[in-house]
């Protein structure tokens, strides 16, 4: 900031006498026309009065002594006004000259600064001044000072615009590291609502979610977990979503379960990130406590195996733009429990469906006991009209041990 000051103060003063000085020097223009109107004017009436005069004395109406006396007297009150006409002038043109430019150089660009500083993006230019004295803090109390600055800082630039994705969030995790819950779901809430149905939001609202979880003394109300629900079917293995949910199934015992979850989050990460070898290692410590059926269920969880195939009647009037869809549903669960998309050239093939491809974490493979699969050949997982279809009997998952056949033949209705 300390560095920009001059070079901001000196473009201000620039801009400044670039208007300024054809404003002063039309106004002295336009004064010296008045001031000249002003000196025809005199000289019109002075004539008027000699021609009267003249005329006075020509008709006998004043005596020779007493023209010569009014004569005079005019002369005198015109040479005055004259001479107080161009005082006057010269006086107005050197106020305007010297003192105006003086007092609006000075004005006008503090002025513009301050106002600049107040309500401009002026204080988004001390954000790098924050960050230095941020790192270069001893003491934690320090730090929480300048993280404080820095979230006003990020609120005003965001509140300018709601649709900066990358203010929003740095903004609304700082909210939640400083334990600003409250302030934290206004602003996720904010920048959710104009993103587009896809992964990036379901990141935005992961972190709505856990904002109302840790507002809510780390328990899921109906709200938050309507956020999760909506963060889920964007993204089933959400972080925020997966790291929730792990706790809650240590919480209610479920060691196996908070093992899977973490195993759906490190799904989701770059290799070689420092947050997966903690996350296996929470793994390791939870498994060190399960018996062999539970570390079998947290490592593997059900799984179904599915060959799909395509009728070669029906090859012709299949759309080369169409898709392969896989999945396993259960009765009771209106959405799959398992999904997966292919292209049409990878038939036939191999699918393996298990819990990580579930489209919520709380309706998996593994939370049933019986299912069904099917696969559809369509635009759309929603099997529109022209697709083809096949379905399998429901079954016992745990009593399933080969893989099922699909043979797509079957239009849709």
């Known amino acids: 900031m300390t560095v920009l000051t001059p070079y901001i103060l000196l473009l201000m003063l620039a801009a400044t006498l670039f208007v300024l000085v054809p404003v002063l020097r039309f106004r002295h223009q336009k004064m010296s026309q008045q001031s000249d109107a002003r000196?025809?004017?005199?000289?019109?009436?002075?004539?008027?009065?000699?021609?009267?005069?003249?005329?006075?004395?020509?008709?006998?109406?004043?005596?020779?002594?007493?023209?010569?006396?009014?004569?005079l007297e005019f002369e005198r009150n015109f040479l005055n006004d004259m001479e107080s006409g161009k005082a006057s002038k010269k006086k107005s043109a050197s106020s305007y000259t010297k003192l105006a430019p003086l007092v609006l150089m000075f004005f006008i660009p503090i002025g513009s600064f301050l106002f600049y500083?107040?309500?401009?993006?002026?204080?988004?230019?001390?954000?790098?001044?924050?960050?230095?004295?941020?790192?270069?803090?001893?003491?934690?109390?320090?730090?929480?000072?300048?993280?404080?600055?820095?979230?006003?800082?990020?609120?005003?630039?965001?509140?300018?615009?709601?649709d900066d994705v990358q203010t929003g969030y740095t903004l609304g995790t700082l909210y939640i590291s400083l334990e600003e819950y409250a302030d934290a779901i206004r602003v996720f809430s904010q920048l959710s609502e104009g993103m587009e149905p896809n992964i990036d939001k379901a990141t935005v609202l992961g972190q709505l979610a856990q904002s109302q979880?840790?507002?809510?003394?780390?328990?899921?109300?109906?709200?938050?977990?309507?956020?999760?629900?909506?963060?889920?079917?964007?993204?089933?293995?959400?972080?925020?979503?997966?790291?929730?949910?792990?706790v809650e199934a240590l919480l209610g015992d479920d060691l196996a379960g908070a093992a899977s979850y973490w195993r759906r989050q490190?799904?989701?990460?770059?290799?070689?990130?420092?947050?997966?070898?903690?996350?296996?290692?929470?793994?390791?410590?939870?498994?060190?406590?399960?018996g062999e059926d539970?570390?079998?269920?947290?490592?593997?969880?059900?799984?179904?195996?599915?060959?799909?195939?395509?009728?070669?009647?029906?090859?012709?009037?299949i759309d080369p733009e169409m898709r392969v869809f896989v999945f396993a549903r259960s009765?009771?669960?209106?959405?799959?429990?398992?999904?997966?998309?292919?292209?049409?050239?990878?038939?036939?093939?191999?699918?393996?469906?298990?819990?990580?491809?579930a489209m919520m974490p709380q309706f998996t493979l593994s939370t049933v006991e019986t299912v069904f699969v099917g696969?559809?050949?369509a635009r759309t997982a929603t099997a529109d009209t022209g697709g083809f279809r096949v379905q399998?009997?429901?079954?016992?998952?745990?009593e399933q041990e080969g893989p099922i056949d699909l043979l797509v033949i079957d239009p849709v209705p």
């Open 213 to 246: 979880y840790l507002l809510a003394d780390s328990t899921i109300t109906p709200t938050a977990q309507k956020t999760i629900d909506e963060a889920l079917l964007l993204n089933s293995n959400e972080q925020a979503i997966m790291s929730i949910l792990a």
């Open 266 to 290: 490190i799904s989701q990460l770059p290799v070689g990130s420092a947050q997966i070898a903690q996350l296996n290692e929470r793994i390791a410590t939870i498994e060190s406590f399960l």
């Open 331 to 357: 009765e009771s669960v209106q959405f799959p429990l398992a999904a997966r998309e292919y292209a049409l050239a990878d038939l036939p093939l191999d699918v393996i469906l298990d819990d990580s491809m």
């Open 39 to 71: 000196e025809q004017k005199n000289i019109e009436l002075f004539q008027q009065n000699i021609s009267e005069l003249e005329n006075n004395l020509a008709d006998n109406l004043i005596t020779q002594d007493e023209h010569e006396k009014l004569k």
């Open 392 to 398: 399998s009997e429901s079954f016992i998952l745990a």
């Open 375 to 377: 696969a559809t050949i």
């Open 294 to 317: 539970q570390l079998d269920a947290a490592q593997n969880g059900y799984t179904v195996t599915v060959r799909v195939s395509i009728d070669e009647s029906i090859r012709d009037q």
């Open 117 to 162: 500083r107040s309500i401009g993006s002026g204080p988004e230019l001390v954000l790098p001044e924050l960050i230095e004295r941020l790192n270069s803090s001893d003491s934690v109390d320090e730090q929480l000072v300048s993280l404080t600055e820095i979230a006003e800082v990020l609120n005003q630039r965001f509140q300018r615009r709601s």
